[in-house]
Structures are given as C-alpha cells and as structure tokens.
C-alpha cells in the first residue's frame, strides 16, 4: 500500500465514523422530523449543510478542470456566476415565502397552491431531475474509490450506498442535515489547503483569490506561445448571447431545483430562511471564488511541467492518471481516448492549440485538476488523503439530500395525498424509509453502470428546472391572480418544449445547430419565458383562485404567525 | 399589520428586492458577460476587470446583495411589528 492509498483511507474511515456518529445521535420518529427535520435548524447549520448539499461531485472534483481546460478560462465563468446567482433570487424571491407557507416538499406548494394534476406534474418532474443528479453523485464516489483506494467502482460505489443508507434511513432529513453540516467542513477544508498552499509557493500570497492575479500574465503569455485563445480572452469558444443564455439557465434553474428549495423548509422561521440562504451563499463562495484560481495555478503549473518533455520525464502524477485513462491523446475519429503517444515523432509530447503549427498530442480530463492538484504541486501525502475524504463528502451530502427529495416525493405526494390519506404518522415514516432504501439502490445501480447520457443530462437538469418550476413558483407568491390551469399549461409548455429542444440539438441524439446556435444548456432560458407568457396568458382567460387562496397568497408575504397559514398547515381545506 | 401596513410593508419589500435585483443584473450579465471587453483594458490587483467580475467579483457582490437584504428586512420588519426572535420556531 502507498502512502496516499493509507492516508486516504485513514481520511475516509475517520470521516464516515463522524458521519455515522452523528446520525446515531440524530435518528427520527416523525414525519416532520424526517422530511424536514422538524423546522428547528439553526440558521448557520442550514446555511452549511445547504452549501454541502448544493456543492456536489461536479463542484468539487469537476469544476476548477472546466474553467481551466474544456473552458479555457473566460467562458467557464457561466459555471462560476450561474451557480452561484440563482442564491440571490432564491433569497429574495422563494426561500421566506416558501418557509412561510410550510408544508414538506415543492409538490406540496405547487399543489396546495393550484390543484391536484399540478402537483402530479411537478412530482413527476422533481423525482426525474434528482435521480438524473444522484447518479452522477454515485459514479463520483466511485473515481475516488478506483483511483486512491485500487479497488474497483462496484466495490466503492457499494460502500458509499451502504453510508447513505445508514444515516438517510435512520435520521431521515434531521440526520441528512447535521451530517451535511461535517460534510461542508471536511470538504471545504479539503479544497482550501491545497489551494493556499499551491498559491503561497508559486506567488509568495497564501490567499488563492489574489495570488491567481498574479500568474495570469504569465498564463496568458504561455497559452499564446502553445497556439491557444488567451486565458482570460473573452468570447473565444462561446458567443456574448450564449454565455448570457447559459448562465441564466444556470441561475434560475438553481433557484427551481427541489432539493435546494426543500432546505428552506428546514428553518426555523421566515426570518432564519433569509439568514439560511446567506449562511449558504457565503459557504458556497469559500469554494467558488477558490476554484477559479485553482484552474488557473494548474493549468499554468502543467503546461510549465508536461507540455513539450519526453514522456520518460513525466512527473508521477501524469503516469498514476495516465494509467486510469484520464489523461490520454487527443480524441480520435470513433471517439475513443488513445494513450499518449509521440505521435510525430520529435520526442517531446506537445499540448498545443488550433493555431499553432505542431499538432496536439495530450488531452486531460476535467475530473483530475483537483484531485490531481496537490500532487500536481507537490505537496505531502495526507494532503491528498484529505482531497480525497473531501471529494466523498461532497458527494455522499449532495447524494444523500437528493435521496431525501425522492423518498419524500413519494411517501408524502403520492403515497399519503394520493394513495392512502387515512395513513398514520408510522406508516408514512415506513413508506418514506422505504421509498429511500429502493431509491439508494437504484441511484447505485446508475453509479455502477452509469449511462452514457449523464453528463450532459446533469447540466441539462438545470434548464429543465428553470424552465417548469421557476416561473409558476414566482408567479405562485407574487401574483394572486395566478390560476391553476395557467401554472399547469406554464409547467407542461415550458418543460416540454424545452425537453424537445434538448433531444433535438444534444450530440448523442439529434445533434442539430439549433436556432440561432442556440446551446442546449442555454435553452433553458428561452423555456423558462415561454413558460412565463404562456402561464400569465392562460391566467387571463381561467377561472381566479378562490378568495380565500388569495388571502392565503397575502398571508405568505408577512412573517410571523396568520391565521389562514396556521389552519392551512393543519391540514384543512383552503381551496 | 392592518391592511395599509401591509401595501406599506410589501411596497418597501418590493423596492429593496428591485435595486438589488438590478444590482446583481449589471454585475454578472453587465460586467461579467456584455461589458466584459471594454472593462478587460482596465487592470485590478492584476485581475483584467471583466475577466475579474466574471470569476470572483460578481460572486462576492452576490453575497453582499444577501447580506444587505437580510438586513434591511429585518430592520423593515421590527418596524412594522412583525419581527421573529433567534429562538422562534414557526409553525413547528
């Protein structure tokens, strides 16, 4: 065993011991406290395990190699804003009129809200959108299982499920949300060590924010050298309208995906809902402005140590990647991934761009630039044990809180509203428990063998939820004159058209240009309007909601405890 | 709140959400995306300023937008009487 694989594991026992204790201590026995852990989290633990739940396997191990290299720089800030702006709306749009409301799960508002057929369409839509994220989570425990632990994905996969299982099933969101809470520390201090250290070693400034503005000169000048677009050149891969585009969808998708609204629920009142959401963005923020100077530090420091050395001078790293594939030569004709090779012959291995002269002969994944980067910047062993510890907790929380949109989707809209509402409070919890241990083993089944689909469909998942859940969610709060029949034509439209876009242009399918050039990650945007005009259009001509859902509608808006709020959390008819 | 504190109440709450909606709009579609060339022959702390608000300044003016509206509606609500305690559980 090397010493990166035993301090891996050291981290990764250490770390599931604390994630098992503490959802020992936190184990539940009402529905409350399971879907939404009783509405008594603090603000500041919402706001972290918010943040642990939003920064999944993508953020982590993902998107500082995006910036760097498939973005190459400028245009992957569309992650970097998108990701991080939908928090604004969701504070000052969603998050206290939601909590105000009450009640588990978006279902719930859309139903209680409009009717019965809107909250099947948004059932349907929120258990599609979490298992489409889940799998993706599952298949990132299993790249760090191969690669630091040497053992294959189904056994690594197998162990993560086997975590989730115990502390989702036994502390249902009470449990999720106080081990999301180690979750947020162990991943972000995983992502700042290496980060500061890199940064102080190569500029002399130990905060990564500004030490990354003291390469990009540099950076720049060697990237011109190599035939590539300058770093922090604007518009070179994506056009001014399709940033604009992407990032929007980015933004208001985040501010219409279930498992981040349902946190809000968790606060203890509209008050703690709007502290929750700033606790979160800052969380969030601590690795978000990180990431960027991460991708800048790599990409400087592997074009300095890789590009144009014999492959017998390679520093380790590059072979411990190469040797699982995730650095390799350039694509070839049928898609495959060959080895790198010296493919003309002047015994250097070149990493070149489109206008240069000399082909290029490396390509690099995204998915190693962090879990790569403190060996990349040769630090210590542990170092990249913790990276390592922090990339499973990323996932596992992010899993976990998807997890629980499932479970609660179905025992709570579909199991007690549609099947049985003469259950009690046992059997829902049964159902919910469940519901969740055949969720986690489907989510593992999609890790083992994911399909090939799901990269792309992850960041399609975002336009999907900004194109259905957004619009009527606004309107929902800040219209009373909204109808139910406007929000489900809104809903359907939006989600349809823009699924079709979306089978039309995506590689794998249809692979047209599009209108306008118009991206599939874009699309979203125009979705989301669509659904906008064609909900306010319905609304004209459809019968108004009732006096007394409009009062309900007026309540929402003022903190504090109103009448028709507490009688509607009770459980009495509004409609 | 009777029925004029609340247009009172919800008027103010929708002024406040409009200036920092606008706000983050110029930030990250207007200085990050739009306006990103001409702001790029500006220099900051070694940053190109587009390509700055792009990767950092825009997220950290999000935070602060958050901040400001936490502040200003817990000062909105004290105001008008509807103000929540650290300790209060709501509709539990």
Redesign the interface.
């Known amino acids: 065993m090397t010493d990166i694989q035993l301090w891996t594991l050291v981290f990764a026992v250490i770390t599931f011991s604390i994630y098992i204790g503490i959802a020992y201590r936190s184990r539940v026995s009402d529905t409350a406290g399971f879907y939404v852990a009783g509405g008594g989290i603090p603000a500041y633990a919402n706001g972290a395990a918010i943040a642990a739940d939003w920064m999944s396997a993508a953020s982590f191990i993902s998107l500082a190699g995006i910036v760097a290299f498939a973005g190459n720089g400028y245009a992957g800030s569309v992650y970097l804003m998108g990701w991080t702006g939908g928090y604004v709306l969701l504070a000052l749009l969603l998050a206290p009129y939601l909590r105000k409301f009450g009640k588990y799960t978006i279902p719930d508002f859309v139903g209680d809200r409009y009717n019965e057929t809107a909250r099947l369409v948004a059932v349907v839509a929120a258990i599609v959108v979490s298992f489409v994220y889940v799998a993706g989570q599952m298949a990132g425990v299993g790249l760090v299982f191969t690669r630091f632990l040497n053992v294959n994905t189904t056994t690594g996969v197998v162990i993560g499920m086997a975590i989730v299982f115990f502390y989702a099933v036994l502390g249902g969101m009470k449990g999720i949300t106080w081990t999301q809470v180690a979750q947020y520390t162990v991943l972000i201090i995983a992502y700042l060590i290496p980060a500061v250290a890199v940064s102080a070693k190569v500029t002399g400034v130990p905060l990564p924010q500004i030490g990354f503005g003291r390469i990009l000169d540099e950076l720049n000048g060697l990237q011109q050298d190599l035939g590539f677009a300058q770093y922090t050149e604007a518009f070179t891969q994506t056009s001014r309208m399709n940033m604009v585009l992407i990032t929007a969808a980015l933004m208001f998708g985040t501010a219409g995906l279930p498992h981040v609204i349902v946190r809000f629920y968790t606060a203890k009142s509209v008050r703690a809902a709007r502290f929750s959401a700033l606790w979160a963005l800052f969380f969030i923020s601590l690795l978000y402005t990180t990431a960027p100077s991460v991708a800048a530090f790599s990409k400087l420091q592997i074009i300095n140590d890789v590009s144009g050395k014999s492959l017998a001078d390679m520093p380790g790293w590059f072979n411990t990647w190469a040797q699982v594939g995730l650095i390799s030569g350039p694509k070839a004709a049928d898609g495959s991934l060959p080895p790198v090779t010296d493919l003309n012959g002047d015994g250097v291995i070149n990493f070149t761009g489109a206008t240069s002269q000399t082909a290029n002969e490396l390509f690099i994944n995204n998915d190693i630039i962090v879990l790569a980067s403190p060996e990349i910047g040769g630090l210590p062993a542990p170092i990249v044990g913790l990276v390592a510890a922090g990339a499973l907790a990323a996932a596992l929380s992010t899993a976990s809180g998807l997890l629980l949109v499932i479970s609660s989707s179905v025992a709570n809209d579909v199991y007690y509203k549609k099947i049985n509402p003469a259950a009690s409070e046992k059997q829902q919890l049964l159902v919910g428990r469940i519901a969740m241990g055949a969720a986690i083993v489907v989510a593992g089944y999609l890790g083992i063998n994911p399909p090939g689909f799901v990269a792309q469909v992850v960041a399609l998942a975002f336009g999907l939820a900004a194109a259905s859940f957004f619009p009527v969610l606004v309107l929902g709060i800040f219209w009373k004159n909204c109808t139910a029949k406007g929000a489900m034509w809104g809903m359907i439209t939006g989600l349809v058209v823009t699924m079709a876009y979306m089978v039309w242009t995506i590689d794998i399918y249809g692979n047209s240009d599009g209108i306008w050039g118009i991206p599939e990650t874009g699309f979203g945007t125009v979705g989301m309007i669509i659904n906008f005009v064609v909900t306010i259009a319905v609304s004209q001509f459809t019968e108004k909601p009732s006096p007394i859902m409009q009062e309900l509608v007026e309540e929402i808006r003022y903190p504090g405890r109103t009448k028709l709020v507490a009688a509607h959390l009770k459980g009495e008819e509004l409609h | 709140?009777d029925d004029n504190a609340?247009r009172d109440?919800?008027r103010r709450?929708l002024r406040l959400?409009a200036v920092?909606?606008t706000i983050?709009a110029l930030v990250?579609?207007g200085a990050?995306?739009?306006f990103?060339?001409a702001l790029?022959s500006l220099t900051?702390?070694?940053?190109?300023l587009?390509?700055?608000f792009?990767?950092?300044g825009?997220?950290?003016v999000?935070?602060v937008?958050?901040?400001v509206?936490?502040w200003r509606?817990?000062k909105l609500?004290d105001e008008?009487g509807?103000?929540?305690t650290e300790?209060?559980?709501?509709?539990?």
Do not use: K
């Open positions: 709140m609340r109440y919800w709450n959400m920092l909606l983050w990250s579609y990050g995306i739009v990103v060339d790029n900051f702390i070694g940053f190109p587009g390509f700055w792009a990767q950092q825009s997220i950290i999000f935070v937008l958050i901040a509206y936490v509606m817990d609500d008008f509807v103000g929540e300790s209060e559980v709501h509709h539990p």
